[in-house]
């Protein structure tokens, strides 16, 4: 996946902004609205939450559960983890 923008990434695309502790763009999307195929895999949830400068994504059944998610990408992307624990540098790019 190659991600390079700063709109939001998909029709279903319910939610994007800035994590307050990472400053990476987080973004939630509805998979049913998802035309573009790009980030919902088949045998996946409903709900995507995409940390879009890292690459990185997890799928729901639940859409409380992928919002819960957004505000704490150091948990599931592990740059943004790094980030968090003061141990990234500016040459750490992806996972």
Not at 18 to 26: C, F, H, L, Q
Not at 28 to 42: M, N, P, S
Not at 59 to 67: F, G, L, N, S
Request: net charge negative; proline share 2%; with cysteine.
């Amino acid at each position: 996946m190659n991600i390079t923008t700063s709109t939001p990434l998909a029709d279903g695309t319910i939610q994007y902004r800035a994590n307050r502790v990472t400053g990476t763009m987080i973004a939630v999307i509805d998979c049913q609205q998802d035309t573009t195929g790009t980030f919902c895999e088949d045998d996946g949830g409903r709900w995507v939450t995409l940390c879009e400068d890292h690459e990185t994504l997890v799928q729901h059944d639940r859409k409380t559960d992928a919002i819960a998610f957004a505000a704490h990408p150091d948990e599931w992307c592990g740059v943004c983890a790094r980030i968090a624990s003061g141990e990234h540098d500016d040459t750490l790019t992806t996972n």
